[in-house]
């Protein structure tokens, strides 16, 4: 009878402890699975976000584009003898147009702020999402609004030369335009900014994609 006794309470005891094992076996179970299904929302929550960044960066490039093509052809018309009032104003209407890129990064500060970002599996996603976000994002942003703040500066000096009547664009005298060094050299540094940031917002767009193609796969895994 002692024996039995002892062999029951010795069953009793495994039991006990397998349950209590398997409740916290499930338990942990059903964390990490909350855990991960929170983590694949932020990620394609990050999707949406690069998405935005790409059409921003698209945007960019494109009005840097027409920049570079219009302060070309600026030069042009106002290093003749007699430029052409007409062709003054239409090319330096080409010459508006522009934005500065703003990192969207919302869904990206979630994943970091509540320690997710650390429980992602794949290392070489995890790095890749700290190098876009935190070093090269940032920095771009910083060129970017370096990069407006001289736009800014030279738009200014045309509404100062009286180009502006209104919303609407019209040079008064298109004769000060030719004769503005200040103007010009203005126009002269955003032409150089404009080349100097172009290749990195082209860095960007191609960091961007690359990303965007691993997030992709990361979730469909």
Known sequence: ?????????????????????????????????????????????????????QDQLKTILYFDSLKLA????????????DPDKENVEYVVSEFFGG?????????????SSSGMLKEITSEDLRNQLINYYDSFGSHLKSVSELYQSEYFNFMHSLDKLGVFRGVEFNVRDHQVLVNDIEWKGKLS?????????????????????????????????
């Open 70 to 81: 219009t302060t070309e052809e600026l030069n042009g018309v106002l290093s003749s003898d």
């Open 99 to 111: 934005t500065t890129f703003n990192l969207t990064n919302s869904h990206y500060e979630s994943l």
């Open 189 to 221: 540094r955003v032409y150089t900014f404009t080349q100097m940031f172009n290749p990195q917002y082209e860095r960007m767009l191609e960091f961007n994609r690359s990303l965007y193609e691993k997030i992709s796969k990361e979730l469909e895994s």
């Open 1 to 53: 009878m002692k024996k039995k006794s002892v062999y029951k309470l010795l069953l009793e005891f495994v039991l006990i402890f397998s349950a209590v094992t398997l409740s916290f076996i499930a338990e942990d179970y059903r964390q990490n699975s909350q855990l991960r299904d929170l983590e694949r929302a932020t990620l394609k929550g990050i999707l949406t976000d690069l998405e935005y960044d």
